[in-house]
């Protein structure tokens, strides 16, 4: 079996360097090497994927995805914004900070970090640089600050690593909340350093007035996710059901309270959100025949036995899984790496007696400040896009934030309080 692992990842790495979809790289890289050995038959393959993506709690990441979709399409993003807005009021790079809190806010209700980022960046940027701020600078904050959008719940990412480690999703859910609002709080230390510096300013006087305004305004979107995480922490619901209940709060907030839910946003809501589901259950499918043929040719437990025979402690461990994900997230998505690295390193994980759920929380974490970083950058070029500048110009802005995300990594890779605290493990 030995030769047909390597042919699985010599046709992998050559196809996704190759430019083509990771998805159809992990693919080509299950069926090649099935019929060039004949070792297994294409049907054992294909039952695999099937069993990949039958299972119940991976129906929480399309409906999640829906409700999502559903509040973006239902125009809560500029209420987030206000309230967030009226409750920093004008200080010295406040809109630096608006824009951070009010990506944790959209955070709870898509899980997703490019719609984070093209939600509130899609408001904030230009808000921003007609108020003088750096348009480099601008599009740099939006884009670090989106990838609070993937920590907090509900995450896509930490569903689909639960459903591979078995762990308890209610928990991982919660196992990122802390590196989300360090990293939202660190970006505003950083922007109120930046704004009396540059002498960027913030949105208008605190008015007390005007935040309940704002507040009644923005109460219905942000109480969806009370309604998602009280109904799971609180035993009403599954993960999965809440993300139902969590589609049908939205459809409802759309349509009869902000009312700006029409029927053609509906129909193109409904496409994109089947074109990303059928996305991220295609990449599920074929990652989990992936990890299976890598767990028959027995490639976790070699590693296993290779790293405890060598005596790596479980500090030197880390750092190694720290370097390997953030390279990883520079051309891979987050959803992707989970799905194919985790077979291979939790087993060693647990067998140097880290936590499974502290596992995966560090996973997601550094996979995602990898989405900031060339080749691939997808939040880099979307806050291009957004601000409509050069790469260029953000990359020079972009070392402070980079060195947010290293402080968080770090604080949450060593520290497993930090993705404990709320957990029942």
């Known amino acids: 079996m030995a ?15 190759l430019g083509f979809p990771i998805a159809y790289s992990l693919g080509f890289a299950v069926i090649a090497p099935l019929m060039i050995t004949g070792n297994l038959t294409l049907n054992t393959a294909g ?9 119940f709690p991976l129906l929480a990441c399309p409906f999640f995805i829906l409700a999502g ?21 004008n200080v010295p790079g406040g809109l630096g900070m608006v824009a951070a809190v009010a990506c944790v806010f959209f955070g709870a209700i898509s899980g997703s970090g490019p719609a984070t980022l093209a939600a509130i960046g899609g408001i904030m940027v230009p808000e921003m640089i007609a108020a003088g701020y750096s348009a ?19 995450s896509v990412a930490l569903i689909n690593y639960a459903v591979i480690a078995e762990t308890s999703i209610a928990d991982q859910l ?5 590196p989300g609002l360090l990293t939202a709080f660190f970006i505003c230390i950083y922007a109120f350093y930046t704004g009396k510096k540059r002498n960027y300013g913030g949105g208008e006087k605190f008015s007390f007035q005007n935040f309940i305004e704002a507040l009644k305004r923005g109460i219905w979107p942000l109480l969806m996710p009370v309604l998602i995480l009280g109904g799971i922490y609180g035993g009403f619901f599954t993960p999965t059901e809440a993300a139902a209940v969590g589609c049908g709060y939205a459809f409802f907030v759309g349509v009869f309270i902000t009312k700006e839910l029409t029927w053609d946003r ?13 996305t991220i259950m295609l990449i599920i499918a074929v990652a989990s025949a992936f990890g299976k043929m890598l767990t028959i040719g027995q490639l976790p437990a070699t590693m296993v036995n290779f790293i405890l025979s060598h005596d790596v402690s479980k500090g030197m461990f880390l750092l190694i899984v720290m370097v390997m994900l953030l390279i990883a997230g520079t051309f891979m998505d987050q959803i992707s790496t989970v799905l194919i690295l985790t077979p291979m390193l939790l087993p060693i994980a647990t067998a140097l007696g880290i936590n499974p759920i502290h596992f995966g929380a560090l ?5 995602t400040f990898g989405m900031l970083t060339p080749p691939l950058g997808v939040h880099l070029f979307m806050g291009c896009g957004i601000a409509k500048i050069k ?9 402070m934030f980079l060195l947010i995300c290293l402080v968080v990594i770090i604080l949450t890779t060593y520290i497993p309080e930090v993705s404990l605290a709320f957990c029942g493990d």
């Open 3 to 17: 030769d047909m692992i390597i042919l699985m990842f010599v046709f992998f790495f050559a196809l996704a360097l």
């Open 47 to 55: 039952s695999w994927m099937l069993q990949g993506i039958s299972s």
């Open 69 to 89: 979709n559903l509040m973006e399409g239902g125009g809560i993003s500029r209420r987030l914004v206000d309230v967030a807005k009226t409750l920093i009021g």
């Open 136 to 154: 480099g600078w601008s599009a740099a904050l939006c884009a670090t600050a989106g990838c609070i959008g993937i920590f907090i719940p509900p």
């Open 174 to 178: 919660l196992s990122a909340i802390i």
């Open 266 to 278: 509906l129909k193109n809501i409904m496409v994109r959100s089947t074109s990303s589901s059928a």
């Open 363 to 367: 996973m997601v974490v550094n996979i």
């Open 391 to 399: 790469f260029k110009d953000i990359i020079k802005e972009m070392p």
